[in-house]
C-alpha cells in the first residue's frame, strides 16, 4: 500500500529577506499586500470550508438526513436521483449522501488528529534532538530510523487488534507514519535555525536554553510543519483507506471515505460510482488543502 | 598560446564612434501581487567600445535591473519599455532566439556571487566549453583547447588542470576569474560586472579589477561595472553614471565627477564612504531618509525628500538629466557648487 | 491427455488452459502433509490429487461411500471394529506398495497429539494390519463415523511411509508422495503447486490433464473472478456466504467463463458466548432471532445467491428439515418479528455486545446484521479482527458473539465443535448447560441406521434453535469462476477436485 | 602583552585563545579539523574600539564568537572584567559574567527573530535577565530605541520583515544596549548596509562611543571603515593575528608584509591615487584552514618569506611602543627589542 | 503501509560543528580502514545501521508477543482441543519467556541461522530467498518506472511554471495522491488484463523463466505501485527545477552564456536537482520492500509483503523477525546506497571537502 506522503518541500532555505520588495516595503504597504490575497487561498479555502462545513455541520442541523449505517437492506443498492436517495444508496441500503457526509467527517478527524500528533509529538522530537545534539540527536535519530525500518503493517496491526478498532486507535496508528516524518523535517529546519544569528543572539541575551526552543525555534519551526502537515492530512486519510482494505480501519459504525473506498472496490466492476464518489470528495478535499498548503507555502516564505 | 581569439568583428559596428550600447528611455516595472514596481524610470546610458562605464547608486536604485534588462534576463513579471540597442540591434521585444545568439556572443555578464555564479556539480571546464560551443561551431576537442586558453587568459593558474575541477575546489577569487573566462568566451563587445568583485576580499578585488582592464584593454571592449562602491568606481572606470530610485541623475567623466560633484545625491554618496584619508572617530557626513516607495510614481526629484538643497520646485517637477557642463550631465534644479572638495584639506 | 489449442484461454501468466495444462488459483498452503504442524483442512482437495483418498463421496444423498484405494469396509455389530480392504496392486509414485503396513504407519502417525488430524482418531485405541491388504481399527466406543472420516477428512490421506522416513517431516510436507492421480512436480509452500499425472495411477485411463499449477491468489472475490474473466488462471473458488454478490451477477453475466454452483452446504451462523453477559439470558438470545430477517439477507444483501438458514445446516444437507428451506422456517421458533424483539430488548433494559467478524464480506453482512438490530434498540459494535486472534476469544471465553461460517460436507456430524463440550469455543457454549445436546449429537455418532441419524440431528437442530444458541443466517455453496473449456472437475467432495477434469476446447 | 599605559586590566583579555572545528562530510564522517583561530591574544581596553580586519576565512567570526562563549573555545583564556569566562563552571556564572558584553551581527534580518516584534527583541536581555518589572523595563526599551535613532512608538511594533537593512541593525544595536554593556562586539555590523546606512550606523557607533564610554570590538573587511572607527586595529591571517598597533599608525607604516598587501588593494574614491596594486606572490591560492603552513600561516604568499619562515612560527614582538607584530622581517625596522636585523628590511621601506 | 518518509532534502553537504561523542566513536574504525571518503561513510554508516536493525527486530518481538493468539493455536485452528495446542506450544518452545526467546532466535541470528519457519519448518532463509527476489523486482520496477516518466513530466512542468502543461502535470499527481493504490490497481486490472486482455492479472513468472514473460506478469503491479512514486517525484522535481531556476545564479549565467531554455532546464537545473529526488527515492525505497502487500496480494506475486501479512497472521514470530532483518537492512542500506551515490555524483562530497 504504497501511500505516498506528499512532496516533503526541497527545503532550499527561503530567506525571507532574500525578497528584493521587502527591504524596502513599509509597514502599511506590506499590510496591504497581505490582504490583496489571491485565487491561491480564497478558492481552496472557500471548497474546503463548505466541505468540513457539510461534514460537521450539515448533519447537525438537517435531522432527516437518513443514518449512515442503519439503511434498510430492502433499499439497498439503489441508482442514484432515487427519492429520497440524492446518490442512491450502498449494497446495505445506506444513503451514500449521508454515509459521504459523516465518512467526511471521521476521514477528517483522522487526517487531522493523526496529523497534529505526528506535528507534536515528532515536531517536538526533531525539534528537541536537533536542538541538543550531541549524543541525544544521534540516540533519537536512530530511534526514528528504527521506526522507519520496522515493518509498519506490525505495528498498525498491533495497535489495531490489541486495542481493538476504534477511530482513535486508527489516529494512533497512523500517527505512526507520520512521526518520523516530521521529526526529520523539524530536524532540518531546527538545525538551520539553531545556526541563525538570532538564536545565537538570544544565548548571548542571556536566554535560557529552553526559552529559546520554545520562543524563538518552535515558531519558527511551526510554519513548515503546519504547511507541510496539510499536505500529510491527504496521506493520512489514504493510508486509512488501505487500512480500511486489510480490515484494520475504522469501526463499520463510523464510516469514512477512505472504508467507503475500500468496501466499494469489491463492486468496482458493477457500481464503479461507489469507489468513484468518495474518490472524487478525497480528491477534491486533497486538492484544496494542496493548493491551500502551496499557497501558504509560498506566502509565509516557509520552504 | 597557440592560436589567436579573434575577436567577433562581424558584431562591431564599422563606425568606430558609435556607441556599443544605447539606452534609451529604459522603463522596467515588475509585477508583484498588489502592485507595479517601477523599478526602473527611463534610464538613460550609453557605453562606448574600450570604455569603462561605472554605474553606481545605493541599494534598490535599479543597477541590476538595468544591466539585467540589457540581457533579457529579467523575470516574466516584467515589463521593459524604452530602447536598448546593442551595436545595431534592438534588444527590447527580441525573440528568444535571437537573443540567445546574441548573449554570451555579444554581450557577456559576470555576477555578484561567484560562488553561486557556477554549476556546483559542473567541471569548469563543462561550463566553459559550453559557452563556446553554444555559439561557435567548434569541435569538442577545438572548444577545450579554447578554453584552457581562456582559462590561461585569466590568469588562471595550471589552466589545463582547473579544466577539470569543479567550482568548490577553487578560491572565491578563481571562481570569478573563470566566470570571466565564461564571459569572455565568445570575445562579446560589451562586458557587464555585476558588483563583480563586492563579495571578494580587497587583495583578491585588487586582482580581479586589474585582470578585467587588462582583458578590456586588450580586447577594446566595453566594461560597465555596476557597484556601490565610489573608490572602486573612481579607480577603474572613464565614466560614472550615478542612479537613483530607477533613473540616472549624473554621469560624467570619473575625474571630471569626483572633482566637480553637481548632484546633491551623489555629494552625499561620496561623502558618506570612509577613507582612509579621515582621522579616526571623525563622524560621517550622512543624509537621513530612505529610498522612495519604487510602486508610487511621483511627478517631483525622487531625491527631493532627502535632498537639503530642494526646494517648492523640486516636489512638484522632475529635473531631465541633461548635459550641463561639457561631457557631465545631471538632474537637478539646485546642484552644487565646486566648493567642498572632500578630503582635500587633509591631504 | 486431449490436445487442444490455447484459443480458449487468452494467454495468462504460463500460458493458462494450453495443451492440458491449468492454473488453478487460491493455493496458500503451507505443508501437504496431514500428520505435520500446519496442515488445514482447507487443503484436502489438492491433498487428494497427490494421495487419491481411501473412499469417495456417495454418488446419491443418503448412499454409501464408493470405493477408491480402499475397495470395502466393514463394522463389527458394536460398531468398535472396523475392517478395510485395500485396492491390490497400487504403488505410490516413488514406487513402493501401497499396503496395509503404510495404512497403519500413516494412522498411527496421525493419531500424535500434534498432528492436526488427531482429532478423528480420537476415539481408536489400535490400528493393525490384518492382512496385506487389510486393515482392522479398535475403538474405545461405538464408532460409526469412520468411514466418513476417511471420505472426507485428511484422515483419507495416506503416504509412502519409506518416502516420509526418507524425507523427514518437514520434507514430507514440502513434496509429500501418495498414490492419487497426480505426482508434485515442484512446490513453493504457500505460493505455488505444480503437479503432473502419475503414470503408474491405478486409474491413469481417467486422468487427462498434462499438469495442474496451483498458484496463491488473492482472497477478494473480486479480484479472483477478474482473475479468471482475464483468462490468466483457470479455475477458482469462492464461498457463497463470503462473497460479494456482485461479483456472482458478474461472473454470471461474463459468457466468456463458467461460474459453477457447488452444493448448498456451507451456513454462516452467529456463535454465542452463553456465559457471558448479556447472553447468558435466553431473553437476549431471543430477541437477536426475532430482530434478524434472514430472508432480506439472502435476498437483498446476497441478492438470492444464498437461501436463509434456519437451522445450523446448509439447505443440501444430509436430515435437513422437509420441505426445504421453507420448512425450516415454518418450525423456526423465533421468527422475524421487530416487534416482539423490541419487546424483548425492552425487557432486558437494552442490549449491547460485540459482533467480531474476520473482516472482508464477513464484516458486510456482519454490518447488514447490526442494522436491522437497531430497529430493536440492539446495538452491537461490530468488530474485525484476525483468525488466530477470534480462536483465542473463543478459546478464553472473552467473545460474545462472532459471525463465523461452517460446512462445506453435507454430514452435519463435521461440524459439531460449538457444540462439543471438549473444544475450545465449546467450552463457553451451551453445552455445559445443556448436557443433552452434545450428547444427542453422540448418539448420533453411535449408529449407522440412516432412519436413526436424521431424526437424532433433527432434534439437535431444533433443540439448539429453542435454546436459541448458535444462530444461523444464511446458508449456500461454494461457487467456481472457471475456464469454459474446463469440464469434469469434481465438486462432490469438499473442494474442487481435477483427477478426472478435461479441458474441452 | 599587557595593557601599556598602566590603567589596570583591560576590559577584555584574550590570552592563547585556540578554536577547532571537526568537521563532517556527508553521513556524519570526520572530514578533517579547521583550525580557525590558533593562539591568539589581543586586549580590549575600557572606552576603546578595537578594529580587527583580515580576508574571508581568516577566523574573526569565529575569534569574537569564542570570546562570547559561543560556543566556547577549545582552549585559552578570555578575561572580562576580571573574570575569566572560558573558565567560568555553570552556566549561571557565565551568563552573569558576560551580561557587560554584547554583540551585533552582519546579517540584519538574520540577527532578528522574524517572529517578534521589535519590542519585544529589545526586551528580550531584560526578560531573559529578570532585570526589572514590566512598566521599567517598558521604559527601557523605550530610552533605548530613542537612543539608536527608532521612535518607539512607530517601530515598536513592528516585525523585523518590515524594516529595511539599516532599521534592523539598530533594533539589534538597540537589544546591545538594553543591559548596558561596557563592550559591544561588532562581527561586521555594517558590512551588508549601503553607504548611506552605513554612515548612518557607524556615526550612531561613534555617538554611543562617546556618550556612554563603550568600547568595542569591531570586525570588519574594509580596512577604510575599520580605520573609521578604531582606536587599534588588529590584522588577521588565517587564525593568527600579524599585527596589533594603533590605527593611525598601522595605517601609516605597517609591518607586516601582509598588512601592506591590504593596504596597497584598497581602491580611493580620488582618482588622483594610483591604482592599488597588489605583490603577486599574494595572488597565489590562501591556503586551506584544514591542513594551515608550518611555520608563518603567511609564507605561502609572503614576499619576503625564508627559510626560517617554514620552519618556526613568529613570535610576537613588540617593534613599537603599543604595536605588535608577528613577522621574522617586518617592514621597517624593529624597536630595539628586535631579536633579528636583516639588510632587505629597511630597503623596503 | 509504506512509510515513505522523506528526510528534508537539504543540499547534502552539511558540516556540524557540535562534538558529537557517538559520531566520534564510530569514526574511528572507519578512519582506521579508509581513506576515501566514500569508503569511511559505507563504513560508518554500516556500524550506525547495527543497533537500528537490531531495534527493529526488538520491537517487533516485543509487538508480536502482544498480539492476542499464539502460534499453536493458529496453526491447529478452532477445532484444536487445549491438549493439542499445549502440546504444540511446548514443541514450539512457546511456553518459554518471551525474552529467553527473543535471546535464544538473537544468538542463533548472530550465527546466520534465521531459524525455521513454525509454520511448517521450513528454513527461513529459503522463505527468504523466494519472497525476496520478487519484492525487489517489484519495487526496482516501480521506480523505475516511475522515474522514467517523473522526470520528464517535471522538467515539462517547470519549463513553464503554471502553464498548461505543469497545472495538468499537478492535478495528476495530486489525483494520484487522493487514489489509493489498491483502487488504481483494480482499474488497471479492469482495462488491461479482464478488458484488452494485453496482460496478465495474476502470476509471478521468474526471471529464469525468461525476462518477457516475467516483465509481462510485473507491468501491471509495477505500474500501481509507480503511480502514486510518480506523483511524488514529480511534485519534488518540479518544485525543486522551478525553485532553482527563481533563485540560482547558476541558471541566470547559463542563461547569459546563451544556453538555450531546455538546455539550461537540463543540464544545469535536472542535474542539481537529482539531489534532492535521489534523497526521496533512497528513503522510500527501503521502506517500500514491504509495504506493498495489497499489491502483491492483488496480483498473486508471491513477495515479502504478503509473506509478511501471512506470517503475521499466523503468529510465525521467526519468519516475521527475518522479514523484518531484511527490510531493515534495506532501509539502513538503500540509506547508505544514497548517501554513496551522493558522495560519487555530488563532487563536493567526492573531493571530501566539506562545505564551509
Ligand atoms: N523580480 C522583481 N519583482 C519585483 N521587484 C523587483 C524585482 N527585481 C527587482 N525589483 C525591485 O527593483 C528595484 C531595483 O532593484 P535592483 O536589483 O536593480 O537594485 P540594485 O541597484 O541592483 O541594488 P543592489 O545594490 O542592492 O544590488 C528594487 O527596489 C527591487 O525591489
Ligand atoms: N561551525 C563551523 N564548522 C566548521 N568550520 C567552521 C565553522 N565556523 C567557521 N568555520 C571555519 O573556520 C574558518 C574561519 O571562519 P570565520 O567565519 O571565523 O572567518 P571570518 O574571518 O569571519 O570570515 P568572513 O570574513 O567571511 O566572515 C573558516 O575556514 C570557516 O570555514
Ligand atoms: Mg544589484
Ligand atoms: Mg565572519
Redesign the pocket.
Known amino acids: 500500500m504504497a501511500v505516498q506522503p506528499p512532496d516533503l518541500a526541497t527545503a532550499r532555505g527561503a530567506d525571507p529577506a532574500a525578497d528584493p520588495l521587502d527591504a524596502t516595503a513599509t509597514g502599511p504597504a506590506r499590510a496591504s499586500r497581505r490582504r490583496g490575497t489571491g485565487k491561491g487561498l480564497w478558492i481552496p479555502g472557500t471548497i474546503l470550508g463548505l466541505i468540513v462545513l457539510a461534514c460537521f455541520a450539515w448533519p447537525l442541523v438537517y435531522r432527516d438526513l437518513p443514518s449512515p449505517t442503519a439503511g434498510s437492506l430492502l433499499a439497498a443498492n439503489l441508482p442514484p436521483f432515487s427519492p429520497g436517495h440524492l446518490l442512491g444508496t450502498d449494497p446495505l441500503g445506506n444513503d451514500i449522501v449521508s454515509r459521504l457526509l459523516h465518512g467526511g467527517r471521521v476521514s477528517l478527524e483522522v487526517g487531522l488528529t493523526s496529523n497534529a500528533i505526528g506535528l507534536l509529538l515528532g515536531g517536538s522530537l526533531g525539534m528537541f534532538a536537533a536542538f541538543r545534539g550531541g549524543w541525544l540527536e544521534t540516540v533519537t535519530m536512530r530511534l526514528l530510523d528504527m521506526l522507519i525500518a520496522f515493518p509498519s503493517l506490525v505495528l498498525v496491526l498491533v495497535v489495531s487488534t490489541y486495542l481493538t478498532p476504534s477511530k482513535l486507535n486508527v489516529i494512533w496508528a497512523i500517527s505512526f507514519f507520520s512521526i518520523p516524518t516530521f521529526a526529520r523535517l523539524a530536524r532540518a529546519a531546527t538545525l538551520r535555525l539553531r545556526e541563525q544569528v538570532y538564536v545565537v543572539a538570544a544565548r548571548l541575551a542571556g536566554q535560557r536554553d529552553g526559552a529559546i526552543l520554545l520562543r524563538h525555534i518552535a515558531p519558527n519551526v511551526l510554519p513548515q510543519l503546519l504547511t507541510y502537515s496539510l499536505l500529510w492530512v491527504a496521506a493520512a486519510i489514504a493510508i486509512e483507506a488501505s487500512l480500511s482494505f486489510l480490515g484494520f480501519g475504522v469501526p463499520a459504525s463510523e464510516p469514512s471515505w477512505g472504508m467507503m473506498i475500500s468496501r466499494g472496490q469489491a463492486y468496482i466492476s458493477s457500481n464503479p460510482e461507489l469507489v468513484l464518489i468518495p474518490s472524487a470528495c478525497l480528491f477534491l478535499t486533497i486538492v484544496c488543502l494542496n493548493t491551500l498548503g502551496d499557497a501558504l507555502r509560498a506566502r509565509t516564505g516557509a520552504p | 598560446m597557440t592560436t589567436q581569439i579573434q575577436p567577433d568583428t562581424a558584431t562591431r559596428t564599422a563606425d568606430p564612434d558609435a556607441p556599443l550600447l544605447t539606452i534609451e528611455n529604459l522603463e522596467v516595472t515588475f509585477r508583484t501581487r498588489d502592485a507595479l514596481v517601477h523599478a526602473v524610470r527611463g534610464v538613460d546610458l550609453t557605453v562606448h567600445a574600450g570604455q569603462t562605464l561605472a554605474v553606481i547608486g545605493e541599494s534598490g536604485s535599479g543597477k541590476t535591473v538595468t544591466s539585467r534588462a540589457v540581457m533579457g534576463l529579467l523575470p516574466r513579471t516584467a515589463t521593459v519599455r524604452g530602447s536598448i540597442r546593442l551595436g545595431e540591434r534592438q534588444m527590447v521585444g527580441l525573440g528568444e532566439k535571437e537573443l540567445r545568439r546574441c548573449l554570451g556572443r555579444e554581450v557577456g555578464m559576470i555576477f555578484q556571487d561567484p560562488a553561486r555564479s557556477l554549476n556546483p556539480t559542473m567541471r569548469i571546464g563543462n561550463q566553459l566549453t559550453e559557452a563556446i560551443r553554444v555559439h561557435l561551431p567548434m569541435s569538442r576537442r577545438q572548444a577545450r583547447e579554447r578554453a584552457v586558453e581562456l582559462l590561461a587568459m585569466v590568469r588562471l593558474p595550471a589552466p589545463a588542470r582547473r579544466f577539470h575541477e569543479y567550482p568548490h575546489q577553487l578560491s572565491g577569487g578563481m571562481r570569478q576569474r573563470v566566470m570571466i573566462a565564461i564571459a569572455l568566451a565568445c570575445q562579446p563587445g560589451l562586458l557587464i560586472a555585476d558588483e563583480a568583485t563586492t563579495a571578494l576580499d580587497v587583495t583578491t578585488q585588487a586582482q580581479i579589477m586589474d585582470l578585467l582592464l587588462d582583458l578590456q584593454q586588450r580586447f577594446a571592449m566595453g566594461l560597465v561595472l555596476i557597484s556601490h562602491d565610489m573608490g572602486l568606481a573612481a579607480s577603474y572606470a572613464d565614466q560614472v553614471a550615478v542612479m537613483y530610485a530607477g533613473r540616472v541623475v549624473e554621469r560624467a567623466p570619473t575625474r571630471r565627477m569626483i572633482a566637480h560633484v553637481r548632484m546633491p545625491y551623489t555629494r552625499a554618496l561620496l561623502d558618506a564612504t570612509p577613507r582612509l584619508e579621515r582621522p579616526p572617530h571623525a563622524p560621517l557626513p550622512v543624509i537621513s531618509g530612505r529610498p522612495p516607495d519604487l510602486r508610487v510614481l511621483d511627478p517631483g526629484c525622487a531625491f527631493a525628500p532627502r535632498c537639503s538643497r530642494s526646494q517648492d520646485r523640486c516636489q512638484h517637477e522632475r529635473p531631465e538629466l541633461t548635459e550641463r557642463e561639457p561631457r557631465h550631465e545631471w538632474a537637478c534644479f539646485f546642484p552644487c557648487a565646486d566648493d567642498s572638495l572632500p578630503g582635500e584639506d587633509e591631504r | 491427455a486431449s490436445a487442444c489449442g490455447d484459443s480458449g484461454g487468452g494467454d495468462g501468466a504460463g500460458g493458462a488452459g494450453a495443451n492440458g495444462r491449468i492454473t488453478v488459483g487460491g493455493y496458500n498452503y503451507k505443508t501437504l502433509d496431514p500428520g505435520g504442524t500446519g496442515y488445514i483442512s482447507k487443503s484436502v482437495p489438492i491433498s487428494l490429487d497427490v494421495y487419491g483418498s481411501l473412499f469417495d463421496p456417495p454418488t446419491a444423498k443418503g448412499g454409501d461411500f464408493v470405493p477408491d484405494l480402499a475397495t470395502g469396509y466393514k463394522y463389527s455389530d458394536d460398531l468398535k471394529t472396523l475392517t478395510i480392504e485395500l485396492r491390490q496392486g497400487v504403488t505410490f509414485s516413488d514406487g513402493t506398495p501401497f499396503d496395509a503396513e503404510a495404512v497403519v504407519y500413516n494412522f498411527e502417525r496421525y493419531k500424535q497429539a500434534e498432528s492436526p488430524n488427531a482429532q478423528y482418531f480420537r476415539q481408536m485405541s489400535s490400528v493393525t494390519a490384518s492382512g496385506e491388504h487389510q486393515v482392522t481399527m479398535t475403538f474405545t466406543e461405538p464408532t460409526a463415523t469412520m468411514v466418513a472420516f476417511l471420505t472426507y477428512t485428511p484422515a483419507t490421506l495416506i503416504g509412502s511411509p519409506t518416502a516420509h522416513k526418507k524425507a523427514g517431516q518437514q520434507q514430507f510436507g514440502l513434496k509429500p508422495v501418495g498414490a492419487g492421480p497426480f505426482e508434485i512436480v515442484s512446490h513453493k509452500p504457500g505460493e505455488e503447486l505444480v503437479l503432473k499425472p502419475f503414470e503408474k495411477y491405478w486409474d491413469r485411463a481417467n486422468v487427462h490433464l498434462a499438469e495442474v499449477k496451483f498458484i496463491n491468489t488473492s482472497p477478494e472475490a473480486q479480484v479472483s473472478y477478474q482473475h479468471v474473466a482475464s483468462g490468466s488462471i483457470d479455475s477458482v473458488q469462492v464461498s457463497g456466504v463470503s462473497t460479494p454478490p456482485n461479483v456472482l451477477d458478474d461472473a454470471k453475466a461474463n459468457q466468456k467463463i463458467a461460474t459453477i454452483a457447488g452444493e448448498n452446504t456451507l451456513y454462516a451462523f452467529l456463535p454465542i458466548n452463553t456465559f457471558k453477559p448479556p447472553f447468558n439470558r435466553p431473553e437476549a438470545r431471543q430477541a437477536i432471532n426475532y430482530c434478524t430477517d434472514r430472508d432480506s439477507i439472502a435476498t437483498n444483501v446476497q441478492r438470492g445467491w444464498v437461501t436463509p438458514a434456519y437451522v445450523l445446516a446448509g439447505a443440501d444437507s444430509l436430515y435437513y428439515p422437509d420441505g426445504g428451506v421453507d420448512g425450516a422456517k415454518a418450525q423456526f421458533p423465533y421468527p422475524f418479528d421487530p416487534v416482539k424483539g423490541k419487546a424483548l430488548v425492552d425487557q432486558l433494559g437494552g442490549l449491547e455486545f460485540d459482533l467480531l467478524n474476520i473482516g472482508g464480506h464477513s464484516q458486510v453482512i456482519s454490518n447488514a446484521l447490526a442494522q436491522q438490530w437497531q430497529q430493536c434498540g440492539i446495538k452491537a459494535q461490530v468488530k474485525a479482527v484476525q483468525g488466530p486472534q477470534l480462536s483465542e476469544a473463543y478459546s478464553d471465553g472473552t467473545y460474545q458473539m462472532a459471525y463465523a461460517f461452517s460446512g462445506g460436507i453435507d454430514d452435519p456430524q463435521f461440524y459439531t465443535s460449538f457444540q462439543s463440550p471438549n473444544t475450545p469455543q465449546g467450552k463457553h457454549g451451551f453445552a455445559r448447560e445443556h448436557p443433552e445436546v452434545p450428547e444427542l449429537i453422540q448418539s448420533a455418532n453411535r449408529t449407522v441406521d440412516p432412519e436413526v441419524r436424521r431424526t437424532t440431528w433433527r432434534k439437535v437442530w431444533t433443540s439448539m434453535n429453542d435454546l436459541a444458541v448458535d444462530i444461523p443466517i444464511i446458508s449456500g455453496p461454494n461457487y467456481t469462476f472457471q475456464n469454459k473449456c474446463l469440464a469434469d472437475v469434481d465438486f462432490a467432495a469438499v473442494g474442487a477436485q481435477f483427477k478426472s477434469a478435461r479441458l474441452t476446447c | 602583552m599587557t595593557a601599556g599605559n598602566g590603567t589596570g586590566r583591560p576590559l577584555l583579555e584574550v590570552r592563547n585563545l585556540v578554536q577547532e ?1 571537526v ?1 563532517r562530510a556527508h553521513g556524519g564522517v570526520r572530514g578533517g579539523v ?1 583550525h ?2 590558533s593562539d591568539v591574544s589581543f586586549e580590549v581596553r575600557a572606552g576603546e574600539t578595537l578594529g580587527v580586519v ?10 569574537v ?1 569564542s570570546v562570547l562563549q559561543a560556543p566556547p573555545p577549545k582552549s585559552g583564556e578570555v578575561w572580562f572584567q576580571g573574570v575569566d569566562l572560558a573558565g567560568a563552571r555553570k552556566r549561571r556564572d557565565l551568563v552573569a559574567a558576560r551580561r557587560q558584553m554584547q554583540a551585533v551581527f ?1 546579517d540584519p534580518y538574520g540577527s532578528l527573530d522574524p517572529k517578534w516584534t521589535v519590542f519585544s527583541i529589545v526586551e528580550e536581555p531584560l526578560a531573559a535577565y529578570r532585570t526589572g518589572d514590566r512598566r521599567q523595563r517598558r521604559a527601557r526599551v523605550e530610552e533605548v530605541l530613542d537612543l539608536v535613532g527608532l521612535d518607539p512608538s512607530v517601530f515598536g511594533d513592528r516585525k523585523p520583515g518590515q524594516l529595511s537593512g539599516g532599521q534592523c541593525q539598530r533594533v539589534a544595536i538597540a537589544r546591545a544596549l538594553t543591559l548596558a554593556p561596557a563592550l559591544i562586539v561588532c ?2 555590523a555594517v558590512s551588508s548596509l549601503d553607504v548611506l546606512s552605513q554612515a548612518q550606523v557607524l556615526n550612531l557607533f561613534e555617538r554611543l562611543r562617546a556618550e556612554l564610554g563603550l568600547s568595542y570590538l569591531f ?1 570588519a ?1 574594509d580596512l577604510a571603515l575599520v580605520k573609521q572607527v578604531s582606536d587599534r586595529v588588529a590584522v ?1 591571517y588565517l ?1 593568527t593575528l600579524c599585527e596589533v598597533g594603533p590605527a593611525e599608525e598601522l595605517y601609516r607604516n605597517p609591518l607586516h608584509p601582509y598588512t601592506k598587501a591590504l593596504l596597497d588593494s584598497i581602491p580611493s574614491p580620488d582618482p588622483e591615487r594610483p591604482r592599488p596594486r597588489v605583490p603577486d606572490e599574494l595572488a597565489g591560492e590562501p591556503p586551506s ?1 584544514l591542513d594551515p603552513p608550518s611555520g608563518c600561516r603567511f609564507r605561502t604568499r609572503c614576499p619576503r618569506a625564508a627559510e626560517i619562515c617554514a620552519v618556526e612560527a613568529p613570535p610576537v614582538r613588540a617593534a613599537r611602543p603599543d604595536h605588535t607584530v608577528a613577522c621574522h622581517f617586518p617592514l621597517s625596522p624593529a624597536a630595539p627589542v628586535s631579536p633579528v636585523e636583516q639588510s632587505g628590511d629597511s630597503a623596503a621601506e | 503501509m509504506s512509510d515513505t518518509l522523506t528526510r528534508s532534502p537539504g543540499r547534502p553537504p552539511r ?1 556540524q ?1 557540535r562534538p558529537n561523542r557517538l559520531a566520534g566513536l564510530l569514526d574511528r574504525p572507519a578512519r582506521l580502514l579508509g581513506r576515501s571518503p566514500a569508503v569511511r561513510v559505507a563504513i560508518t554508516r554500516v556500524l550506525q545501521a547495527v543497533p537500528v536493525v537490531w531495534g527493529a527486530t526488538f520491537i517487533t518481538f516485543c509487538l508480536m508477543n502482544l498480539l492476542p493468539g499464539n502460534a499453536a493455536v493458529a496453526l491447529l485452528g478452532d477445532d484444536a482441543t487445549p491438549e493439542q495446542v499445549a502440546a504444540l506450544s511446548a514443541r514450539l518452545n512457546l511456553d518459554e519467556p518471551f525474552l529467553i526467546r527473543y535471546l535464544q532466535w538473537l544468538g542463533n541470528a548472530l550465527t546466520g541461522d534465521l531459524g525455521n519457519s513454525l509454520q511448517n519448518n521450513e528454513p527461513v532463509t529459503a522463505i527468504l530467498g523466494r519472497a525476496l527476489p520478487v519484492s525487489l523486482e517489484l519495487v526496482v520496477l516501480a521506480f523505475a518506472l516511475a522515474l522514467l516518466v517523473a522526470v520528464p513530466t517535471a522538467v515539462v512542468a517547470a519549463k513553464r511554471p503554471g502553464g498548461f502543461a505543469d497545472r495538468i502535470g499537478m492535478q495528476v499527481s495530486m489525483f494520484g495522491l487522493s487514489v489509493p493504490n489498491f483502487v488504481f490497481a483494480l482499474v488497471l486490472v479492469l482495462i488491461f488484463a479482464v478488458g484488452l486482455r494485453v496482460l496478465p492479472a495474476v502470476g509471478y513468472v521468474p526471471i529464469a523463466q525468461g525476462i518477457g514473460p516475467n516483465l509481462r506478469a510485473m507491468v501491471l503491479p509495477a505500474t500501481a505501485i509507480a503511480f502514486a512514486l510518480f506523483c511524488e517525484y514529480t511534485r519534488v522535481l518540479r518544485a525543486d527545477i522551478v525553485d532553482q531556476m527563481l533563485r540560482e545564479d547558476y541558471i541566470t549565467t547559463a542563461r547569459a552564456k546563451g544556453v538555450g531554455s531546455w538546455q539550461v532546464l537540463i543540464r544545469h537545473a535536472l542535474r542539481n536537482s537529482v539531489f534532492s529526488l535521489l534523497t526521496i527515492v533512497g528513503l522510500q525505497f527501503g521502506a517500500l520492500i514491504g509495504s506493498t502487500v495489497i499489491i502483491e496480494q492483488m496480483f498473486g506475486l508471491p513477495g515479502m509483503g504478503q509473506g509478511l501479512l501471512q506470517a503475521i497472521n499466523s503468529r510465525d514470530i521467526p519468519v516475521v523477525q527475518a522479514y523484518v532483518v531484511v527490510m531493515a537492512c534495506f532501509v539502513v542500506g538503500a540509506n547508505l546506497v544514497t548517501d554513496l551515490l551522493y558522495a560519487v555524483l555530488d563532487p563536493r562530497i567526492r573531493h571530501g571537502r ?1 562545505a ?1
Request: glycine share 14%; no cysteine; charged share 20%.
Open positions: 572545528f568537521v579547521v580557525a583561530v583580515g580576508e574571508t576565512g581568516s577566523g574573526k567570526s569565529t575569534m564568537r552582519q562581527d561586521e570586525i573587511h588577521m587564525g584552514p | 558540516s560543528s566539506p564551509a
